[in-house]
């Protein structure tokens, strides 16, 4: 059973491949007499912004720490090899919280069964998975966006900024993005249908970029990034503006969160800040799927994938994404179905 294993807990700076290392362990590919788990082979695992928090040891926290000399875990798409628990059966495909390696058995399920086998079935990992609800939820849920609102994305060529620019888009907003690469700025105004982007390590002072792309102000910010670019953007917002705090990842990596010191704007403009974990809001998922999936077999929704093959290759894939070398939504094939 190949697994991918943190070596020591990260407690600040960039996650380094060496920091995981690959291995093979053993599994009996057969349930325990009387076990209640769930046996699984991995298909595709997803690679998450906060497994980042999960490689520092952890205080008071809403996620665990991964255990040094252990298999990482996160979201993945599995297939159900043996089943204790009523509720999943042989053969079953299944997207949900499960280790990062071959086969896992699953104790406490965190899993949602795959009902819409005709869609790729990475996308339960990303569009129709975990990052899909918190676009969702996070712009309609959070943000009571109304067409021909100037919308506002940070991150926005990745696993969630891409879906709520599309969503935007289709209500009818002008939607700008920014990336950290001229191939992303690209995607965003060529494939992803957003009305103008910009690249943001290249711009000198991210107030003046705001203002070129919104001289009117910003009604909406998705925010996934956090530290200046929320500063600028109190800057650049409107009054009655709202902004959906979904995450801040040029955090992560620092011993101490940077100071933010435009919070003055709340009060000026009368703004709605709010954050959001997804975890709460998956009772809306049945009616999420409902939306979503005519819409992209219509072809009105795209999603881009960034998808590496084999565990071998998983530790790259997982800390590329705090250099922003993913181009969409990073995904590792474990075994392609
Ligand atoms: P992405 O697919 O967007 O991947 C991360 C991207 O972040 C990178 O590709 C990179 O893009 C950008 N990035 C990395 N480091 C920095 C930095 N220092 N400054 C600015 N940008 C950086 O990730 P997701 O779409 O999965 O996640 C987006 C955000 O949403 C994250 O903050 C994540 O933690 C959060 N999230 C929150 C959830 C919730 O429940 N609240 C649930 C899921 C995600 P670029 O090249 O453009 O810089």
Not at 158 to 186: E, P, R, T
Not at 285 to 295: A, D, N
Not at 322 to 336: D, E, L, P, Y
Request: glycine share 10%; with cysteine; charged share 20%.
């Amino acid at each position: 059973n190949k697994q991918v294993i943190l070596r020591n807990y990260i407690s600040a700076g960039f996650p380094k491949e060496t920091d995981l290392y690959v291995t093979t362990g053993d599994i009996e590919l057969k349930l325990p007499e009387g076990s209640n788990g769930i046996l699984v082979k991995n298909l595709y695992l997803s690679c998450d912004p906060s497994m980042r928090p999960r490689m520092k040891k952890l205080e008071g926290s809403y996620v665990n720490s991964f255990t040094p000399g252990l298999p990482i875990s996160g979201y993945g798409v599995s297939e159900v090899l043996d089943s204790g628990n009523p509720e999943f059966k042989k053969g079953d495909l299944v997207w949900g919280r499960t280790g990062w390696e071959e086969y896992s058995l699953i104790t406490a399920p965190h899993l949602f069964k795959i009902q819409n086998i005709d869609m790729p079935l990475s996308y339960y990992i990303g569009i129709l998975g975990m990052p899909g609800m918190t676009a969702y939820v996070g712009f309609y849920e959070l943000c009571s966006p109304k067409q021909g609102e100037f919308v506002f994305i940070s991150a926005a060529s990745g696993a969630v900024g891409q879906i709520v620019g599309q969503f935007a888009k289709l209500l009818g907003c002008y939607v700008v993005g920014s990336a950290g690469s001229k191939d992303k700025v690209d995607l965003l105004k060529n494939k992803l249908g957003f009305d103008e982007a910009f690249n943001y390590k290249e711009e000198p002072d991210l107030n003046v970029a705001l203002k070129r792309c919104f001289p009117e102000g910003i009604d909406i910010y998705f925010e996934n990034v956090g530290g200046e670019m929320l500063d600028a953007v109190l800057l650049n917002m409107r009054i009655h503006g709202r902004i959906s705090i979904c995450g801040m990842i040029s955090q992560y990596n620092l011993e101490k969160p940077e100071g933010i010191h435009n919070l003055i704007q709340l009060i000026v403009k009368r703004i709605r800040m709010e954050g959001f974990l997804v975890l709460d809001y998956y009772h809306l998922y049945p009616k999420f799927l409902e939306m979503i999936i005519p819409r992209i077999k219509e072809g009105k929704i795209v999603y881009v994938e960034d998808i590496a093959e084999g565990l071998e290759n998983a530790p790259t894939a997982l800390v590329g994404l705090f250099k922003g070398h993913n181009v969409g939504k990073q995904v590792v094939a474990v075994t392609r179905k």
